[in-house]
C-alpha cells in the first residue's frame, strides 16, 4: 500500500528560527510532490511543488527531494507566528491517466513568539 | 489559480438520511476530485469526477454511498448517501491546476456531523 509519513509533532520553534519538516514515501515510482499548508478549520493550500532531486526555493520556503532515500523536506526561514499549522506532504501516484494525491498525516508546527 | 466554491460550508444531519454537496470552480477544469478528511485525520481520495464518463472510486468507496456527477467542466456534486455519525468528516473538492505539473487545489470544504 502507497504511503506517505510525517512525524504528527507538534513541532515548536521559537520565530525567527528555521522550521524543519520531514517526509518519507513508500511508492518509488511517484515523480510529483506537494506541501500543503493547514490552517485549523481551512481547507489545503498549497505552498510548493517539487519534482526533481535537490532544492526548491520560494522565497522563506525551501523544499528538498531525495528520490534515492524517498525523502521529501520542506525548511521554513525566519519562522513567524503566522507559519503556525499542519503541513501536509503528499505525493502524486499516477494510476491510469489520473492522479491520486496520497497525503501523509501532516506535521502540526507551532511558531511562539 | 482557480476559484473553487463549495455548498453548504457545514451542515448537521439526522442519522440515515443523505446530503448533496456542490463544488464550483470559476474556470473549466479536466479532473474534479472529492476527499473525505476525518477528524484529526490527513485527507483520503474519494473519487475522480471526470465530465462525460462515470466517476472513479478509490478502494473502500462506492457508488451506491457516494454517487457523484458531473455535468459539465465546471461543477460537481457528492452525495453522501444513508449517512450515519461515522460519515461525520469534512468533504472537500479540489481540481486540477496544471496537468503538466499535477498541482492540485482545493476549494473551501464541507463541515459534515451526523447525529
Known amino acids: 500500500q502507497k504511503e506517505v509519513e510525517q512525524n504528527s509533532g507538534p513541532l515548536s520553534v521559537p520565530e525567527g528560527a528555521i522550521a524543519s519538516l520531514n517526509c518519507t514515501y513508500s511508492?518509488?515510482?511517484?515523480?510529483?510532490f506537494f506541501w500543503y499548508r493547514q490552517y485549523s478549520g481551512k481547507s489545503p493550500e498549497l505552498i510548493m511543488s517539487i519534482y526533481s532531486n535537490g532544492d526548491k526555493e520560494d522565497g522563506r520556503f525551501t523544499a528538498q527531494l531525495n528520490k534515492a532515500s524517498q525523502y521529501v523536506s520542506l525548511l521554513i526561514r525566519d519562522s513567524q507566528p503566522s507559519d503556525s499549522a499542519t503541513y501536509l506532504c503528499?505525493?502524486?501516484?499516477?494510476?491510469?491517466?489520473?492522479?491520486?494525491?496520497?497525503f501523509g498525516k501532516g506535521t502540526k508546527l507551532s511558531v511562539k513568539p | 489559480s482557480a476559484v473553487i466554491s463549495q455548498k453548504p460550508s457545514r451542515d448537521i444531519c439526522q442519522r440515515g438520511t443523505s446530503l448533496t454537496i456542490q463544488c464550483q470552480v470559476d474556470?473549466?477544469?479536466?479532473?474534479m476530485f472529492w476527499y473525505r478528511q476525518q477528524p484529526g485525520q490527513s485527507l483520503t481520495l474519494i473519487a475522480t469526477a471526470n465530465q462525460g464518463s462515470e466517476a472513479t472510486y478509490e478502494s473502500g468507496f462506492v457508488i451506491d454511498k457516494f454517487p457523484i456527477s458531473r455535468p459539465n467542466l465546471t461543477f460537481s456534486t457528492l452525495t453522501v448517501s444513508n449517512m450515519s455519525p461515522e460519515d461525520s468528516s469534512i468533504y472537500l473538492c479540489s481540481v486540477d491546476g496544471d496537468v503538466d505539473t499535477d498541482t492540485q487545489y482545493f476549494g473551501p470544504g464541507t463541515r459534515l456531523t451526523v447525529l
Open positions: 503528499a505525493s502524486l501516484s499516477k494510476g491510469g491517466s489520473q492522479g491520486n494525491l496520497i
Open positions: 474556470s473549466q477544469v479536466t479532473m
Open positions: 511508492d518509488r515510482v511517484s515523480q510529483s
